[in-house]
């Protein structure tokens, strides 16, 4: 729908235009989903990293491995734009390349994070065991996050985050690399934005 205008004043608007008009701004500025991608990093010197490794062709991709704990970083902002309140959600985009074999990843999360002038959290430790049925070379794995609750973030908080497959674990039964494809954060956005780009941001 779009908004109703006169092109002339002095003609009043119907009730059904009127209730329409009003339906059509609440529309405009209720909440809507948005995502931010994050390409996961290996940090020299930093535990043991995934390896970059061929996935497709000549398409690279970071690799983790069986048998052993490797890991990655990324680092990521709470967009001016996010509603606050509203809870984020993480997402592992994984796939197994072009092994035939099943089994379950563990992936796990190590974060942390702080408002702007706030103090880091204790690191916070989450794992999502991602199960692979067997003969699905290539397949396209998506794993969600429980949420992180949206009265404990800020915009612009800054989250600094540790990506590793538990593949020493017991749990961790996929006997192939993973190849991590990226990570996304899911939030909710005002849709007219942010006033201010300074802290507190009203």
């Not at 984020?88 to 994984?94: Q, T």
């Not at 991602?130 to 800054?158: C, K, L």
């Not at 590793?164 to 899911?186: E, I, K, M, N, S």
């Amino acid at each position: 729908m779009t908004i109703v205008y006169r092109q002339t004043k002095g003609s009043a608007l119907t009730y059904a235009e009127l209730d329409g008009n009003f339906a059509d701004l609440a529309a405009r500025t209720s909440v809507a989903w948005a995502m931010d991608g994050l390409e996961p990093s290996v940090r020299e010197g930093a535990g043991t990293p995934a390896e970059l490794l061929p996935f497709y062709g000549n398409i690279a991709a970071y690799a983790y491995a069986p048998g052993s704990l490797t890991e990655s970083f990324a680092n990521w902002d709470v967009p001016l734009a996010w509603a606050p309140g509203t809870d984020l959600y993480l997402a592992f985009h994984w796939s197994p390349g072009n092994s035939n074999a099943g089994g379950t990843v563990r992936w796990c999360i190590e974060y942390t994070g702080a408002a702007v002038d706030g103090t880091f959290f204790a690191p916070i430790t989450e794992v999502y065991d991602a199960e692979h049925m067997a003969n699905m070379p290539y397949h396209h794995h998506q794993v969600v996050s429980t949420p992180f609750p949206g009265n404990q973030a800020a915009p612009n908080q800054r989250f600094l985050i540790r990506i590793y497959r538990d593949g020493a674990a017991a749990q961790d039964t996929f006997p192939d690399d993973a190849f991590l494809l990226g990570v996304d954060f899911y939030y909710q956005v005002n849709k007219f934005g942010t006033p201010s780009f300074i802290p507190p941001y009203t």
